[in-house]
């Protein structure tokens, strides 16, 4: 029975804590602005995610290895600096992100100007991460982000035009859209799916709650549960925003867009539990990515870190994270657009997705860490193929930001 | 180059166990004697042979006398060199594991190699109210 | 082999190789983003933006009205929508026209885009006169579909051109 | 002398022909015991075409999957080989030079990499 209770944790945890501002943001606007033909994309991340969270956490579970220290010791110090620099920016971008996430919600919900909201955010963040279990931290932040389900009920309040809907999801370019914006919110989509921080955290998470082998199927489960459901969710912001926004020629440019399909089809009710469900999502990514900052730098220098430590037996660790969110807060007070930030966030992801991805694909086939843990056939024939799309998504990311102006 | 698929001869055989540095030791996480991470490898110091004299037949061959950690790293990626001086050493005396992660056979508190991460806890963490406080 | 320079030059040209690359593609986005299509097509971007506002803004009312927003919800909707009609009419506002017909467009965008602002002030001024006050949130409504219609009509102009 | 600088620097044959890059230095853990690991000793250089991109291991450790991969990075370091302590000559800031007759051997780890990755030779 407590067996059963911690799987079904486990995979309530994955569901609410696959949805952050990225998904949130990059879901609504392209379901704004294309329609469900972009679901394939995120059908495509979640099996990438799957893959990938998969592959680090058995690599963590098998060898104590987090995803950094195998990215120093197999990319040497100055391909691993490289990557480094590029992983950490990404990362603080999406810190930034995910505290002005936190901010814009309450102002929804208070309707006090957002920038009063951040330091407190910060600030509450920060105190999370000092003070609160690891265990604790995860199941709640994850399980009240479950109520970001109230998108779902709110899609069938609507009652949309199912037929219609489903005819949608083929692959097609609206007729307003050009086939390159098409591809550059294809990447976008990708990007907020399969974040790299997602994995950093999964593989320093398995090494917080002391994984061993044991707990490879549960986390399997977890993942192979959770991240698809996880996967329905962004589905259903994005039809939401197809059946409420699109028609009204609406392309969603603030969060105060995305929650209106809530309201329009659940009511005042639907609005605050949509609220509370991305507080609790943006401040769950929030502490995600603000560990991950300090577990990159942390890893990478071989300095002691872990928040099953004392703050003051990780100190360096704890140092950084307090720069992040500082650094964070000075972002956002420039008075820059988090939703902005957001958007330019899941793209750079996508970038810098194969500079983690390589990495952990060798090691997992490394029997010195794995032992006979390594990448079964299917595993490394699914794993090439992804590292191929991983690829393309990266190099055509500029490009595509250059020819599109960033999507406008 | 032709590159005829021929077998090299396997290297005579020795009685220890091999160690490549690059694959085994460089850039391997550091853990003391209760699994506390020290640092990571930067470096390796090693101790001969003279640099542009020519070695005679016969000399012993060097060994590796200490790990190096510190601003070794710099200049490991952008070039360059720091005095011998400013080099932190861990002595290989003091290593007693070496696997997916080197282990030492002492605690890394005291270590040179700590001096930056003690600063920062005792004049920053530590003065922040519950920064000695046990999470679990 | 104290004070030597350079320690391993091999793998060292690659990293500048890619900074390098980096750089250039910087650059042309700077120049790309930099400059932008003319006149017609920076008003049309501008209306079809403040549509997507007013649009917004004008559901945001409905819902309000239906009791299914906040307050709160509201005045942040319509916060965050005036924004991006203001946005759009400094864009409009910084275009150099170079013909009489561009200088006339020019024109039209910022008259449609300020109705659009009197729009929101009237439907915030709404908000904040709360219940049976003047004006109504139907009043506002109705200011920002007549907005909505300008820019429609603005936008067909611009668009047939 | 620090192994980092040693890293990288090009090998000659005794008649100053370029044969590559140090890519690795290989130890042998049988000096002098200590309390704790016996001293490593080293036991020569590995030479390889690049230096960069050899810390994946794939030419030594016998490893072979993905395939795409292993082969692409075994074919990067086609010609890398093993040269003894006995066999160097001379290790200077720029340059690392054999002795004449040196013998070239396998970088393979162990038997199992030696008959997985069949390592091929350059011309002498």
């Known amino acids: 029975m407590k067996r059963i209770l911690g799987v079904a944790l486990g995979i309530l945890t994955a569901i609410g804590g696959f949805v952050d501002i990225g998904d949130l943001v990059t879901n609504a606007v392209v379901g704004s602005r294309f329609g469900l033909s972009l679901v394939w994309v995120v059908a495509v991340g979640v099996l990438g995610i799957c893959l990938f969270a998969n592959m680090s956490g058995r690599v963590a579970a098998a060898s104590g290895r987090a995803t950094f220290e195998v990215i120093r010791e197999r990319l040497g110090p100055r391909a691993g600096l490289a990557n480094l620099s590029a992983s950490f920016l990404i990362n603080l971008m999406t810190v930034t992100a995910e505290i002005g996430g936190i901010a814009l919600a309450l102002q929804l919900a208070s309707s006090v100007y957002y920038l009063l909201w951040i330091p407190v955010a910060a600030l509450a963040v920060w105190f999370v991460i000092w003070r609160v279990r690891f265990s604790i931290m995860e199941n709640v932040t994850g399980l009240v982000g479950l109520t970001l389900i109230v998108f779902a009920v709110a899609l069938f309040l609507l009652k949309p035009d199912w037929g219609a809907l489903a005819g949608q999801l083929v692959p097609t370019v609206p007729g307003q859209e050009t086939i390159w914006t098409y591809s550059y919110y294809a990447i976008a989509l990708f990007g907020a799916a399969m974040t790299p921080y997602e994995v950093f955290f999964f593989s320093s998470g398995a090494v917080e709650e002391g994984w061993t082998v044991k707990d490879l199927l549960q986390e399997r489960t977890n993942v192979l549960v959770g991240f698809p459901l996880g996967g329905l969710l962004s589905v259903a912001i994005a039809a939401c925003a197809t059946v409420v926004l699109l028609p009204a020629g609406i392309s969603v440019t603030s969060l105060s867009q995305v929650v209106l399909p809530v309201a329009e089809g659940a009511g005042k009710l639907g609005l605050a539990v949509v609220l509370v469900g991305i507080v609790a999502a943006t401040f769950g990514a929030a502490l995600e990515t603000t560990l991950s900052s300090g577990y990159t730098l942390a890893q990478f220098f071989g300095w002691s870190w872990g928040k099953f430590r004392r703050p003051a037996e990780a100190a360096r660790f704890h140092l950084a994270m307090i720069i992040c969110l500082l650094v964070g807060i000075a972002v956002l007070a420039t008075g820059v657009d988090p939703v902005l930030v957001t958007e330019y966030s899941v793209v750079f992801s996508a970038i810098a997705l194969p500079l983690t991805y390589l990495p952990i694909l060798i090691v997992a086939n490394d029997p010195e860490y794995m032992r006979e843990h390594v990448n079964g056939r299917a595993v490394n024939a699914l794993g090439m193929v992804y590292l191929v799309i991983i690829l393309v998504a990266s190099i055509a990311a500029i490009p595509l930001m250059i020819v599109t102006g960033a999507g406008s | 180059m032709t590159s005829a698929n021929q077998q090299l001869p396997i290297a005579p055989p020795v009685a220890g166990r091999i160690l490549d540095a690059q694959v085994h030791l460089m850039d391997r996480q550091v853990l003391d004697h209760d699994g506390v991470p020290v640092t990571t490898v930067d470096d390796l110091e090693v101790s001969g042979p003279d640099l542009d004299a020519e070695i005679p037949p016969g000399t012993t061959a060097p060994v590796i006398t200490a790990l190096l950690t510190g601003a070794v790293l710099g200049t490991r990626i952008f070039g360059g060199r720091p005095p011998s001086s400013r080099l932190i050493r861990l002595p290989w005396k003091d290593v007693a594991e070496v696997g997916v992660v080197l282990r030492l056979g002492i605690k890394g508190e005291p270590l040179d190699a700590s001096w930056v991460e003690r600063w920062v806890r005792d004049k920053i963490i530590a003065r922040i109210p519950g920064g000695r406080h046990d999470p679990r | ?161 | 002398m620090i192994l980092g600088d040693l890293l990288g620097t090009p090998v000659f044959d005794a008649d100053g022909g370029r044969l590559g890059r140090v890519a690795d230095a290989r130890f042998v853990l049988d000096g002098t015991p200590h309390q704790l690991m016996a001293e490593p000793r080293l036991l020569g250089l590995v030479v390889g075409p690049h230096s960069a991109s050899s810390f994946m291991g794939y030419e030594r450790n016998g490893l072979t999957r993905p395939r795409t991969i292993a082969r692409i990075l075994r074919w990067r370091h086609r010609g890398s080989f093993l040269v003894l302590w006995e066999d160097i000559a001379l290790i200077g800031e720029r340059s690392v030079r054999l002795r004449p007759g040196f013998t070239r051997y396998s970088t393979a780890l162990d038997d199992r990499a030696q008959t997985r990755s069949a390592p091929e030779q350059g011309s002498d």
């Open chain 3, 1 to 161: 082999m104290r004070n030597t320079p350079v320690s391993a030059p091999a793998a060292k040209s690659r990293p500048r190789l890619a900074a390098r690359l980096w750089m250039l593609a910087v650059t042309a986005l700077a120049v790309l983003t930099a400059c932008g299509g003319g006149t017609a097509e920076s008003v049309s971007t501008a209306v079809k933006d403040s549509s997507s506002a007013v649009a917004t803004a004008r559901i945001a009312l409905r819902q309000d009205m239906d009791g299914k927003l906040t307050r709160a919800a509201t005045s942040t909707t319509l916060d965050d929508e005036l924004k991006e009609v203001q946005t759009s009419r400094s864009s409009v506002l910084k275009l150099s026209p170079a013909t009489p017909e561009d200088r006339d467009t020019q024109k039209q965008a910022l008259d449609v885009l300020d109705q659009c602002a009197a729009g929101f002030a009237t439907a915030r001024a709404a908000l904040s006169a709360g219940d049976g006050g003047t004006p109504s949130l139907a009043d506002g409504d109705k200011a920002l579909a007549g907005a909505q219609d300008a820019l429609k009509q603005l936008g067909d102009k611009v668009g047939s051109k």
